[in-house]
């Protein structure tokens, strides 16, 4: 009322209708835009083209970490032109991995998706759908179902103890090795076994090859990715990694393609369960009445895919749980007389051991949960709806903090220290009370491997290689790091869980299991 008494008292025409123009127009807008507004996840203040980058290191889980204790479990952030919701405690994982796991189901396409030479064939990038259905069906019934991965005991057998070897010739010579590097040596071999075994029984160098490729594929993968984070200069390939991305690609593609090609021309029926992965797409691509056709840029791009998942993460998982006990030896004595007194000691752990070896168990679990080989997942909104009050939309991209969720002091007491402890459980499944969090419903505190529809595939295999192989460089070696200090256990850059420099370090022989 106020305000049209004043305007009552002022005698410019023109000057009145401005004025009545501009509390028409801020009445309108006020009685309408509430109505039809959206409420987002709170965010920091968002610079022009730059968005948050001022505001994140080199680390972004960490990054993210700082940001959401001040903006909450459900934040938006910038980067450059991308827009990310970034989900930091359980409660909000659980809303996103299981109560609309419908509507997260789907993967935002990331990286450089133009250089791709498989286009629309991908199984981990793909969208919700009747293909990535259909392959996951696959995966969880029979390449990495329980019965699949028992038939290739013998490999991960075999690998572990050609690992051995080498190290023991190291330690015979009285040098020092990489073992980041062995580590990825062994777990490329077993992914190279398990899905193209025949060839791999061929002898040869195909192995190290793919090894290679893989490589030199996720690391400019990783370089264009940058540029797609940041939205700036994504058409223009400024460095020529595009097309160095797409000459790998293409190697990739002959030697992959030589391989099937092979599987195809001496075909054997092998039965008897004898089959590895390549065997089993195969038979799924010529099946006539197959639910659904796969193409063999699927099964390429399938194959590649699956290197990618599995050959960093769980070397990385297997090389921080030796640099933990390389750095607190009592936690190495204690697995050490575990795994003595189980075994006894004429000969080596083996994964039948595993069910006696609670400790080595909460050792391997509390190294995902400090040092997650993926401390970011990533989902995409595929239908509108609301969380914690916030609206997210179609198309909103989201990131899923693991780094955070796992080290939140809600349910991690000394959440930064490595305490296998923690995971360790009296007969009745409790311990000291507060780190239940695994096991009761609340299981979205501890989520190396993700959750839901689109939760990791491969979390068995990498359980059952991390229990063996740990199992065993305990046992055979004692360990001392190249320069006599702690082993160093800084982070990569990025999204990157690994560990910033290769873990150099003398292996000294303790008990030979080649000795009868
Ligand atoms: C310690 C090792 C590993 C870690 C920490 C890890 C972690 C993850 C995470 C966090 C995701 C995303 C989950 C989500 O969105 O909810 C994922 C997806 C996936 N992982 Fe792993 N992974 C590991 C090893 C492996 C291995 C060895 C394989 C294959 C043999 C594998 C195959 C896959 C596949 C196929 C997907 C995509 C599943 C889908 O989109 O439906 N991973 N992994
Ligand atoms: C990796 O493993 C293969 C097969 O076991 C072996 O021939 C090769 O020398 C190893 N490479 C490295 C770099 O350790
Ligand atoms: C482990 O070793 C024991 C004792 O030698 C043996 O009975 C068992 O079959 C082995 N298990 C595996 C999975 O190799
Ligand atoms: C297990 O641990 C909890 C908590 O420390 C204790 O209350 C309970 O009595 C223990 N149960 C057994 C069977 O030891």
Redesign the pocket.
Known sequence: MATSTMLLHCSNPIFVSIISIIIIYLLIKLCTKPKSSVRYPPSPLVLPIIGHLHLLSSSLPKSFQTLARRYGPLMRVHIGQSIFVVVSDAAMAKEV?RIHDGEFAS?FEFGPAEYGIYKDAG??TSPYGRY?RFM?KL?MTKL?SGPQLDRFNHIRKEEIMKLLKSLMKRSREGKWCDLSAELANLTNNL?FRMAMGKRFSKGGNEANEMWKLVVEIMGLAAKLGVNEVHGLLKKIDLFGNGKKLREALERYDRLVEEIIKDYEENRVDIGGGNEDLMHILLETYREKNAELKITRDQIKNFIL??FI??ID??SA?IQWAMAELINHPKVFKKVREEIDSVVKSNRLVNESDVPNLPYLQAIAKET?RLH???PI?H?ECTKDCKINGFDLQVKDRVLIN?YAIMRHPEAWSDPDKFLPERFLYNSSGENNGEYLMEIKDQGFWFL????????????L??YLI?HGTVGALVQCFDWKTKDGEKVDISVGSGFSGAMALPMECYPVLRFDPFQK
């Open positions: 991995l993967r199984f981990i990535w996951k995966c990495f992914i895919e699956l998942a599995s993460t769980s998982a995902l997650s080989p993926v997942f989902r693991a190396p491997f993700g959750g839901g529809r689109r939760g990791c595939a491969g979390s295999h990498a991390t």
